[in-house]
């Protein structure tokens, strides 16, 4: 069983590195933080406004958050609806669907082998981005203490596990938006509505997070979970936000997929 | 493999909405068969096999393959079992090696080992390298039956197999059918050509509408549509006298020249006899037989309900 998930996952991986959009994903996942850095050593002016956007010269770990909390808004939303939007409709745009569901592997278990994918992609993204932040970060900037939200100095080690730990968390609300777009490309069968469909789901969680009169549901929509990072960030660390988007999430990602499986474990497949 | 029967299917209905698509269709495949699933377009064909495959449900009826239930064993009732609906398809951003390499890796068992034996065997061998997006239809027909041979099936399902194929393509495949057929696999080939037909399959099932008009053995059919005998004379209608005062001679027609007449084969030696005796000249008189082709038309459009009630 489980060895069976693994060579669908294997392949599911190999098919994704086969297609233009993963890359599409993965290289803007690059480009977007080192172009930010780009921009920020040729110009003067810094993002004031934003968690740890004032220190961003002061160390190249700053980078990293700074870029995340840009690129949660609608970047890495829309940079992960690519792929997942895609990885069922994919199959039904080809309709390959019939060819590998006519071998001995049952559909649960390619369902199973595609979520991991999707799943490993986002996480590959968001790794990436913050990675490479730091890099681009510390090249510009040099590998100095942070100033934590607290204002107190961190020293750069600690830092950087605080930067691992905080793309982890900052994984989970991505992965939400992941089983979304997964959830549509089963049930839509259609790859653009899929992506275009994750991308205003992620809009409008984001939305409902400023209008007047939400800060009752506030804490609970996906989009206030791309926060929950400022919790490691605090000394001492906010435990509080961090367990929550573990749970908030775990509702985000577990229930489109589990709807999505249902409805590919009983579709037919037949011409459309 | 065990003794339970390659296919049977029991009461099969498939609804899409209003239209019935497969109307209580019964299939019986018994080992060893190259078993004709003969319809015209939109009969029903491609529906029964998906259901047969697991991929749609059927509305009503059960399935089983060597014994097991596609709905309820899942991937496990395609054991032993191969093939594909429509025309086969592929990744077209993989190569042909890799998307075989894919399936091996989705198969139980030891496929992997037979992709380069099976690309030599659809002479593909020099363009497996190659994406399958550039593939023409006959190369992914070709790919498609590689594929399906892969997992060494007892049981090969496939659907119009030669449809888009040039002459070459044709033969080149009904040769791989009847040879497979040889080393004892079972074969369901659905189709709307007769000559394939006639030409590979020893018993048939001819779906109209949904519907199954017929099921048996090929020969069966061809039997029960012994029409006659046909004559050309030089004196057609000196001939067409002597034959309707002769006995035991019944529905005599002109067609083209020729005399067509329903006999049997011991009134049509006396009538050789008497020509002989009026000095009647004969230039053919043969047995005929209704081509699966009239057959089919008869059947697939109602026109002759006497040939239906008769093979019925
Ligand atoms: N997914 C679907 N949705 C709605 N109707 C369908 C679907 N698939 C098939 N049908 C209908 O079911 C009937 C049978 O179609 P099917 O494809 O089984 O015919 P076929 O015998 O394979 O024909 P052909 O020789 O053209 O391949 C047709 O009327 C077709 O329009
Ligand atoms: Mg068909």
Known sequence: MIAAVGKVYEWEIAKLLAQKRTYLGLISAILVPIVFVVVLVLQTGGPNDVPLGRYIRDTGLAAPFVVLFFMSIWGLPLITALVAGDIVAAESHNDTLKTILTRSRDRGQVFAGKVLAVLTYTFVVVFAMGLVGLVAGTIAWGFHPLTSLSGTKVSPGHGFGLLVASLAVYFLPLAGIAAFGLMLSTVTRNSAASVVGSLMFALLMQLLGVLPGTESIRPYLLGTQFEAWHGFLRTPADWVPVIRAFWVCALYISIPVAAAYLVFLRRDVASQ | MNDALPVSARGLVKLYGELVAVDHVDLTV???????????????????????????????????????????????????????????????????????????????????????????????????????????????????????????????????????????????????????????????????????????????????????????????????????????????????????????????????????????????????????????????????????????????????????????
């Open chain 2, 30 to 312: 018994e080992k060893g068969d190259v078993f004709g699933y003969l319809g015209p377009n939109g009969a029903g064909k491609t529906t029964s096999l998906r259901m047969l495959l697991g991929l749609i449900r059927p509305t009503e009826g059960s399935i089983e393959l060597f014994g097991r239930d596609p709905q309820v064993a899942g991937a496990k009732a395609l054991t032993g079992v191969a093939g594909f609906v429509e025309g086969p398809t592929f990744y077209p951003y993989l190569t042909a090696r890799r998307n075989l390499r894919l399936l091996a890796a989705y198969d139980d068992g030891d496929s992997r080992s037979r992709i380069e034996e099976l690309l030599e065997l659809v002479e593909l061998d020099d363009r497996g390298d190659d994406k399958v997006g550039g593939y023409s239809h006959g190369m992914r027909q070709r790919l498609g039956i590689a594929a399906a041979l892969l997992r060494e099936p007892k049981l090969l399902l496939l659907d119009e197999p030669t449809t888009g194929l040039d002459p070459a393509g044709m033969r080149d495949m009904r040769d791989l059918v009847r040879r497979l057929a040889g080393e004892g696999i079972t074969v369901l080939l659905s189709s709307h050509l007769l000559t394939e037909v006639e030409e590979l399959c020893n018993r048939v099932a001819i779906i109209r509408k949904g519907r199954i008009v017929y099921e048996g053995q090929l020969h069966d059919l061809l039997a029960t549509a012994a029409t006659g005998f046909r004559l050309r004379s030089p004196e057609p209608d000196r001939a067409k006298a002597l034959l309707l005062a002769q006995p035991g001679i019944g529905e005599v027609t002109s067609v083209d020249g020729s005399l067509r007449f329903q006999a049997d084969e011991e009134a049509v030696a006396a009538f050789s006899i008497a020509l002989g005796q009026a000095r009647i000249g004969v230039t053919a008189l043969v047995p005929e037989t209704a081509s699966l082709e009239e057959l089919f038309l008869g059947m697939t459009e109602g026109e002759q309900k006497g040939v239906e009630e008769a093979v019925a």
